[in-house]
């Protein structure tokens, strides 16, 4: 049975041993970010991939078909709940706050799971805007998903690297100008599972999309 108090133990640890780069941008790579059951708990969710022809590469492209751990996802899925009340939690976000020294008093948590499959793409993008703090986790074992990890790019948007793609291994970036991301297409064999935790400003329009639309972040 997944409970929130060991997901938010098992970030925290994961945060304290995390890698820090400080080129292109700043950026962290955590691993060991969720136990077992709960990644356990993950696969067994009863969804499967979406079948899009082209993203044109950018997610909102198939906003209908996105799935995020909004009210009604955590009320069905005890595992979308105890992920999500765990990132909700003061101790977690508490140590993002030191760790990545942002302010995310009066945010709102926002967490989409993603299963991209062969032909998935992403463009170059910086997440600038509502968003205050950006972080994927990976999920797939499949055969090559560790060459799907997400594309780091310079100003220039030119590849630097590419980060590393493992179960419960995750990157971390605070948005900004010069935070230029995204996938390259290159060949899924499986579906390439991950999830995109965000803390948003208060403003953000699509309430929907949000964990506890109408609770700040650590309340």
């Known amino acids: 049975m997944v409970d929130a108090q060991s997901i938010a133990e098992s970030l925290i640890g994961s945060f304290d041993r995390s ?4 080129s292109p941008y700043r950026h962290w790579l955590p691993e060991g970010l969720l136990p077992a059951d709960v990644c356990d708990a993950l696969d067994a969710l009863p969804v499967k991939a979406p079948k899009i022809e082209d993203t ?5 492209t198939h906003n209908s078909l996105r799935l995020f751990f909004g009210e009604e996802t955590r009320g069905k899925f005890p595992v979308c709940d105890a992920l999500a009340t765990a990132l909700q939690s003061e101790p977690v976000v508490a140590r993002l706050e030191r760790l990545c020294e942002v302010d995310l008093r009066a945010s709102s948590l926002r967490i989409e799971y993603c299963l991209d499959t062969d032909g998935f793409w992403l463009e170059p993008h910086t997440d600038i805007g509502a968003k205050l703090f950006t972080m994927l986790i990976y999920l797939s074992t499949d055969p090559g998903s560790e060459g799907w990890g997400t594309d780091i790019l310079d ?3 030119q590849l630097v690297t590419t980060s590393p793609y493992r179960r419960s291994l995750g990157l971390i970036f605070i948005p900004g100008a010069d935070t230029w991301h995204g996938f390259r297409k290159r060949p899924i064999v499986g579906v390439r599972r991950s999830l995109i935790v965000n803390y948003v400003k208060p403003e953000w329009r699509s309430r929907q999309e949000l964990a506890f639309p109408d609770r700040p972040a650590a309340t």
């Open 155 to 157: 100003h220039d948007l």
């Open 56 to 60: 044109q590469g950018r997610r909102e």
């Open 19 to 22: 890698y820090f780069g400080a």
